[in-house]
């Protein structure tokens, strides 16, 4: 059973992602057809997470998966599957089968490396790049700074779109260029 659900968001093989937003909350793959009980992922650990998003765009063939957290260090998470979880998303059998992909993989964070503004600051600059961190504390001090509080998540032809609602930003990454 999951508690405090959030937005969430469908997977490419249909299933839902439910995202518990609260004091130590989880991810979870959900049925909608309730032919199948839930199932944890390993794309977060313990969190107050909010929204999912996909990625099949940039590379088909390695697909990356994304979680939001409201929090006010709440790092966007990215999942990304191992051998073994990418063996799952290439089954075609049934939908069902496909569920493993979230379950063997690893994960990384976001980190906004934003461009100064002419007076050096950096924090109202709207350009810059960005990397994935396995360091969830650098991470988690970025998005305090660049995008805490993160709402709503989705993924369209590689750029991936996210906001903060304490700071009123729409935060847009091209997925390929990192930009």
Known sequence: HT??????GKTPWNSW?????AKGGKVYQVDPTSEHPPRLTEM??????????????TDPDRPKFFV?????????TRFTPNEQGLECYQK???DYDRWCTLEHGTR??????IDDDDDGTSSSSSSGSFVWTNDRSAAQDNAYQYYNH???IDSYQGYLYFTSKKL??????DLKDQT
């Open 3 to 8: 508690r405090n659900n959030c937005g969430g």
């Open 17 to 21: 992602v439910t995202c518990e937003e």
């Open 44 to 57: 977060g650990g313990l969190g107050a997470y909010e929204s999912f998003a996909y990625d099949i765009y």
């Open 68 to 76: 939001t957290r409201d929090a006010h260090n709440g790092v966007v």
């Open 92 to 94: 075609t059998t049934n």
């Open 108 to 113: 990384d964070y976001l980190l906004l490396l």
């Open 150 to 152: 993160t709402e709503g």
């Open 168 to 173: 009123f930003r729409l935060v847009i990454l």
